[in-house]
């Protein structure tokens, strides 16, 4: 079985930081992809932040400057650090990875972490 489990999300005054955290385990041959996207009320997933197996990374024109997204391959863990957090930041993060496992490849997601940025 294969599942990715997310952490860091909580509350943070605009302006502060987070680091999302993501790590995926079980029977794992190979990750291509992994990166988040976020989900808010009443609108579609929007993808944040992408990075591929060697490290090249992508972004939402929204964050860029403010996120950084980094792996540690050894681990199978993806990052999302957060600065300069804004309330239209506010949303629920989910990280996902592109796996191969025993039944071939496939889309893995984790359950969500919210994030909230009041002020």
């Known amino acids: 079985q294969v599942q990715l489990v997310e952490s860091g999300g909580g509350l943070v005054q605009a302006g502060g930081s987070l680091r999302l955290s993501c790590a995926a385990s079980?029977?794992?041959?190979?990750?291509?992809?992994m990166g988040w996207y976020r989900q808010g009320t009443g609108k579609p997933r929007e993808l944040v932040a992408s990075?591929?197996?060697?490290?090249?990374?992508n972004y939402v024109d929204s964050v860029k400057g403010r996120f950084t997204i980094s792996r540690d391959n050894a681990k199978n863990t993806v990052y999302l650090q957060m600065n300069s957090l804004k309330p239209e930041d506010t949303d629920v993060y989910y990280c996902?990875?592109?796996?191969?496992?025993?039944?071939?490849?496939?889309?893995?997601w984790g359950r969500g972490t919210q994030v909230t940025v009041s002020s």
């Open positions: 990075i591929d197996s060697g490290g090249s990374a």
């Open positions: 996902y990875a592109f796996i191969m496992a025993n039944t071939g490849w496939a889309n893995y």
């Open positions: 079980g029977s794992i041959r190979s990750i291509d992809s």
